[in-house]
């Protein structure tokens, strides 16, 4: 209970700092004026579709993970897939951590209900992601080179942008080592991962049990790693339907331009969400300070002051704001059901390629 009360504190924190962040930069940099009338020029028949894009964006979400799942021979309904998705997003919207949260939290909930391998779920969340992760590097690329065609950038700017491109790269090596590498993994395990839960938890930490319920794990969730990598067809599908989903939660900030009734800046809109992508999936993703850095980067790629702030805000409305709405009713009224309710019964056997395998320790 402590540590729960520890938890809200901290989330309660980020929040008020960021927003105080966010209220003086409004404040003191862009100025209220300038920003209401704006804002008060928004079309409200394109920005009601920026909230219809968003949802159909997150269902495209579930149906990619859905795709992965059943190459993985996970038996899950696509209506159940995208009530997780959706319950995942109060944890995205609201915990300051690397963007795993909501990934987590639905791999959770999935295992809680069924009687499946947890390494299998584990092993399609993740591949969610990698495809994710390679489609925001590719979106950076692409902005980055439309940019750099139409207008010419200066040095501070092209070092910026060149940081964001090594961190995406980075990011995306580093997980897809560890996800397609069990030796890397397990060195992770051993010299890592045992040593500090020993240091922490000392004489309630049985190892022994520990590392065979781990090494059980990562046995299983490789395995399905495996099985994505060798059947190339069978990550088309996934990879195009993820795309689909990217593409809906672009236009979400197509769709607050044209409300504005500004001129769509295809390659700095592609650039700028990849730029908030990649500081997302390494951790940099608070309240207010998320906002300061896009309404900062359209300003940079010279979109006025107050349409750069006056877009972020609206589009923040709609992908944070609006996320954590439709999150937390999704979690009460879904996720919650789901992890009180009976599990499905299973076989405690699985499949791979094929092949049964015999079912391991679960999580």
């Known amino acids: ?9 901290r989330i309660i924190l980020f929040v008020a700092v960021g927003l105080a962040a966010f209220l003086l930069y409004l404040y003191y940099y862009v100025g209220t004026g300038n920003f209401l009338d704006v804002i008060k020029q928004a079309d409200l028949y ?47 919207a609201t915990l300051p951590e ?23 779920i ?7 992601k990698v495809i994710g992760m390679a489609v925001t590097i590719l979106l950076l690329v692409t902005g980055f080179g439309l940019l750099a065609v139409n207008i010419t950038l200066p040095l ?6 060149g940081v964001i ?30 040593p500090i839960a ?12 520990f590392r065979a319920d781990a090494e059980n794990f990562l046995s299983m969730f490789h395995k399905g790693i495996d099985t994505l990598g060798t059947n190339k067809k069978a990550l088309l599908k996934p990879i195009l339907l993820y795309v689909l989903s990217v593409s809906f939660d672009i236009s979400v900030v197509f769709f607050v331009f044209a409300s504005l009734g500004y001129p769509i800046p295809v390659d700095k809109v592609l650039i700028v969400y990849a730029l908030t992508g990649t500081l997302a999936s390494i951790g940099v993703s608070f309240v207010g300070l998320t906002e300061i850095i896009t309404s900062t980067a359209y300003q940079v790629l010279s979109i006025p002051l107050a349409v750069s702030f006056s877009v972020t805000l609206l589009s923040r409305i709609v992908t944070l704001w609006f996320k954590l ?3 937390y009713a999704t979690f009460q009224w879904a996720g919650v059901g789901l992890l009180m309710g009976k599990k499905q019964p299973h076989s405690q056997t699985g499949e791979i390629d094929g092949k049964t395998v015999p079912a391991v320790g679960k999580a």
Do not use: C
């Open 1 to 9: 209970m402590a540590l729960k009360n520890l938890q809200s504190k």
């Open 46 to 92: 394109y920005y009601s579709s920026a909230f219809i894009a968003f949802i159909v964006g997150g269902v495209f979400s579930a149906v990619t993970w859905h795709s992965l799942m059943e190459s993985l021979h996970i038996k899950n309904s696509i209506r159940r897939a995208v009530l997780l998705t959706f319950a995942g997003y109060f944890f995205d």
């Open 98 to 120: 690397p963007g795993w949260s909501g990934d987590i939290t639905k791999a959770y909930m999935l295992s809680k209900k069924t009687d499946q391998d947890v390494g299998k």
């Open 122 to 128: 584990v092993a399609s969340v993740v591949s969610q």
């Open 156 to 161: 501070d700017v092209f070092i910026f942008f």
């Open 165 to 194: 491109m090594a961190l995406s790269v980075g990011s995306f090596i580093v997980v897809y080592l560890m996800s397609t590498r069990y030796k890397t993994t397990k060195s992770v395990l051993n010299k890592l991962l045992i």
């Open 198 to 209: 020993s240091f922490f938890l000392r004489s309630r930490f049985d190892e022994a049990q």
């Open 325 to 327: 709405i439709i999150g």
